[in-house]
């Protein structure tokens, strides 16, 4: 454990307070409250976009205990809003890293709160579902908290994609590959982007907001739609540039957000799940082959069940085997398709990168 004897407070909307004690940058943070499930990859996770907005709860009872890697990032910086966890290790075992968790969350502004019964505030939260909440190892009255936590928005009806999205448009790849890829990037992992280079294409990366025009510029074979944070149905520019893209008739592969904004662009709509996926290690059913994948999930939106069974051109193609929601999507009349989990598994298991391949091949026939 870290040498801090400052003490830290948790404050939710619904008014349970925990206590604990401050690591990271000392101060205040609000948001809304999530937890992952996975026992690993918390680097990759604190930098993945799509946690913008968001209070990380890790459930692995040790973090940091291999320390902080250069390599191990999906964006530019972290990207929660503050981390709470029952152990902080100071000491790690990795002798690839560099540095300790606690310097990073340091040297990134980064406030955390450690020595929490984590495991009774993830039983409160899965009866209670998400709800925002508030950090501090500087102010402790109660009255004071609340207020400043009435003030943080409500993650139902907040656009954050296009506050992560690059601002500038870059290109990745085979500059002489025959395949080329436009890229809508409202929050998009770095390994996503990885693991279509590997296959050999070219990519140019745009901002959120890139109008359909600026996207055919670049004669792409096929269009990518990222993941990315925020409420998908608060994101009307996205939702008018999907449906642009699909009356090019050219591929489409989505992925999470990005399945999300291609079923609003046929109609569908979208709901605030009671508190979401966020973990690598929820099972997968795709219809299509009968195989069960391990999927990375993180997401607190979801695709309505009821308006995809109306749609005629809409296939169901995968489902969670927790709770029956829907994993995946292709259209009938198009040849798009999407999924809500993560393929690109950093971290967790590799079962589902064969979308990648499928998404080449579409553009390849």
Excluded: W
Excluded at 77 to 92: G, P
Excluded at 297 to 312: R, S, T, Y
């Amino acid at each position: 454990m870290p040498n801090k004897s400052n003490k830290a407070i948790l404050l939710l909307a619904d008014g349970n307070v925990f206590h604990g004690k401050v690591f990271g940058k000392a101060g205040t943070a609000s948001g809304e409250i999530c937890f992952n499930t996975g026992m690993t990859g918390y680097q990759e996770v604190f930098t993945d976009p799509s946690y913008s907005g968001q209070v990380l709860i890790m459930n692995n009872v040790h973090i940091g205990n291999y320390g902080v890697k250069d390599s191990d990032i999906e964006s530019n910086s972290i990207k929660i809003n503050a981390l709470i966890a029952r152990n902080l290790e100071s000491e790690f075992s990795r002798y690839q890293a560099t540095d300790s968790l606690d310097s990073f969350l340091i040297s990134q502004n980064i406030l955390g709160i450690y020595d929490v019964d984590t495991r009774s505030l993830v039983a409160h939260i899965r009866e209670k579902g998400a709800m925002n909440c508030i950090i501090s190892s500087e102010i402790f009255d109660l009255v004071e908290l609340k207020q400043l936590l009435d003030s943080c928005p409500n993650m139902d009806g907040l656009e954050l994609a296009s506050t992560v999205s690059t601002q500038q448009e870059y290109e990745l790849g085979d500059t002489a590959s025959p395949i080329k890829i436009s890229v809508l990037d409202f929050g998009i992992k770095k390994n996503i982007l990885n693991c279509l280079v590997e296959r050999g294409v070219h990519l140019r990366v745009h901002p959120a907001k890139t109008p359909i025009s600026r996207l055919k510029e670049f004669t792409p074979s096929g269009y990518f739609i990222s993941n990315g944070p925020g409420d998908p149905a608060a994101m009307p520019y996205a939702v008018e540039t999907v449906k642009a893209i699909l009356d090019e008739g050219k591929p489409v592969f989505g992925i999470c957000l990005g399945h999300q904004l291609l079923a609003l662009a046929n109609g569908i709509d979208t709901f605030k799940m009671h508190h979401g996926h966020r973990g690598l290690n929820h099972p997968v059913k795709n219809l299509q082959t009968g195989i069960c994948e391990i999927t990375t999930q993180n997401h607190g939106f979801g695709v309505n069940p009821d308006a995809v069974a109306k749609n005629a051109n809409i296939e169901v193609t995968h489902i969670n085997l927790n709770d029956n929601s829907i994993e995946g999507i292709k259209l009938l009349n198009k040849p798009a398709f999407s999924v809500q989990y993560h393929p690109e598994a950093t971290p967790g298991p590799h079962d589902s990168r064969y979308l990648f391949d499928d998404f080449i091949r579409l553009m390849k026939n």
